[in-house]
C-alpha cells in the first residue's frame, strides 16, 4: 500500500513536463512539486524572474508559474534530491526517434526513458510510483520495471526501495496546453495496482470529474496514445488529400470538412487543411507504431499507416511545386515573405514545422527568404534551416539567403510572394490593401492555413491563391 503522496518529482522540463507540473502545482497545493532536468540553462530559465523568458511558450502559463514557483513548485537539476524526496516520479523526457542501429528512422530511442529509470533505480527512497508520462512504445513498462527491479537485487535490499509502475500518458496538444490540462477530455492511467491507480486518481480528482479518469490495463494504456496520435495525423493527411482534389475540381476544401463534420459520427475537429502536420509527435509516433507492426509481422498495418506520412511530406512538396509554377517557374533572384515559422499558433515550437521543408525547398530553387514569426526567435529558424537544407547541401550559406524580419510590412518589402505557414492570429487582421503597395508586382499571396478575408484583397493588386480552393482566385479587382 503506497503512503500518502506529498512529493512528486517529474523527470523533464520541456513542453510536457512544465506545463503539466504548472497545473498540477496549482490545482493541489497540498503538493510540492518538482520538475528536475539535465539541461542546466533549460532550468535557470523555468527559474527567470523575467517570464518572458520561459523555454516554452503557452498562453496561460506565465501566470501559473507566478502564482507557484518557490511556493509549491520548484525547478532543479538535482536530480538526486529530487528523486529522493518523491513519492511519485513522472518520466516526462523526450522520446524521438532512434538515429542510428536497430530499428533506425523508426523505432523511438528510448535512451532518455532508461537513464530517467536508472536514477530512479538509484536514488529513489521507500516505495515510489513511477508513472510514464512520455509517449513511448507499448511494453516500455516492462523495461522501465526490470530496471527497477534489477537495482533492487543489487545492491539496495536492505534499504526496502519498492516500486510500481504505472501508464499515464498526455494528451496535452501545444498552443493550448494549459487548457487542455485544467479541461482534459479524459485523463488515462494504466497499471495492475489498484491501491497505486488510486494514488493518482487522486492527485486528478483535485479538478478533473472522476468520469473522466479512465483506467486500463497498462498495454492498453501505453497503446492507446500512439493510436490517438496516429489517428489525429490520419484526419490532416484525409481531408489534406481532398484539398488537392478541391482544387482540381472547383470545390472548397472549408466547405468540404463543414459539410463531412456535422455528421456527428465524423465530428467537425481537426479536419482543417494546411500544409501538413508538425509537432515533435505525429511523425515520430507514426514512425513508432509502423515499427511495432513490423516487429510483430503485420506489414499490412505498418503500410496503412505509413501512407498518412506519405501524403503529409507529398502536401508540403506540392505546395512547392505550386509556388514556383505561379512565379513563371523559377524562384532564382525572387524575394519571398514567409509568415509564421511555428508548427502551429501560440506555441514557440518548431519540431517538424512543415515551415522547414517548405523553406528548404524554396531555398534550393534559388529564392532568399524573409521570415517573421511572432514567438519564434532568430537563432531557432536559422538553427532549423541550416540543419534542413545541409542534409541538402553542405555548403549552402544560409545567412546570405535568409533574412528574419520584425514585422509583416518588413517581409513584405520588395517581396514576389507573401507565404501564410501559421495560422497566428494577427496574421488575419493584416491590411492587405498596405501590404500590396510594399511588394513588387505581379504579386502573390499563398494562404496555406486558408485564413486571410478575400474581402481585404478587393482593391489590391495582389493575386491570392489559397490552399483547396478550386475556384480560381487570382485577382479579385
Ligand atoms: P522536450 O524535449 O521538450 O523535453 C524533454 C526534456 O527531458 C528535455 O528538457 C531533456 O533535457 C530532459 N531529459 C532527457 N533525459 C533526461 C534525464 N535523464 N534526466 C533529466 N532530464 C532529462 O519533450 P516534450 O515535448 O516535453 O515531450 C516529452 C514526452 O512527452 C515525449 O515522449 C513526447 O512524445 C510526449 N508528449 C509530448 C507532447 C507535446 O505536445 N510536446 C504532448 C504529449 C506527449
Ligand atoms: C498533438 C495532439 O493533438 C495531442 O493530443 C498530443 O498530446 C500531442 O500531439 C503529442 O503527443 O505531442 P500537437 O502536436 O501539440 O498535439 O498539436 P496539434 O494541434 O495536434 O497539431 C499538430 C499538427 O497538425 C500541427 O502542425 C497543426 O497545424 C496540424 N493540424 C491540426 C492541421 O493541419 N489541421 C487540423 O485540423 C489540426
Redesign the pocket.
Known sequence: MPNKVKTICC????????PTMAVIAYKCKHLKVIV????KE?IASWNDDDLTKL??YEPGLKDLIKKCRGINLFFSTN?KSSVEEADMIFI?????TKEKGLGAGEA?DL???E??A??IAEYAVGHTIVVE????PVKTAEVIQTILISSQKNKVKKSNKSFTVLSS??????GT?IDDLLNPSRVLIGGESEAEINALVDIYKNWVDEEKIIKTNIWSSELS?LTANAFLAQRVSSINSISALCEKTGADISEVAQAVGTDYRIGKNFLKSGPGFG???FK??ILNLIYICKFYGLDEVANYWNQVLKINQWQQNRLTNIIVKKLFGTLTSKKIGILGFAFKANTN?T?ESPAINICTNLLLEGAHLSIYDPKVNEKKILENLKDSIHAEIDSFEINSNVTIASSYEQIANGSDAILILTEWEDFKEIEWSNISELMRNPAWIFDCRDIVDLDKFRETELNIWKLGHGSNIKNLK
Open positions: 523527470i523533464g522540463a520541456g513542453y510536457v513536463g512544465g528536475v532536468d539535465l539541461d533549460k523555454p516554452v536530480i516526462s523526457v523526450n522520446t524521438p523511438s535512451k532518455y526513458v537513464s530517467s536508472r536514477s508520462k512520455s509517449t513511448i500518458p498526455e494528451f496535452l496538444a501545444e496546453a496514445k509537432g515533435s509527435c515520430k509516433d515550437d519540431r
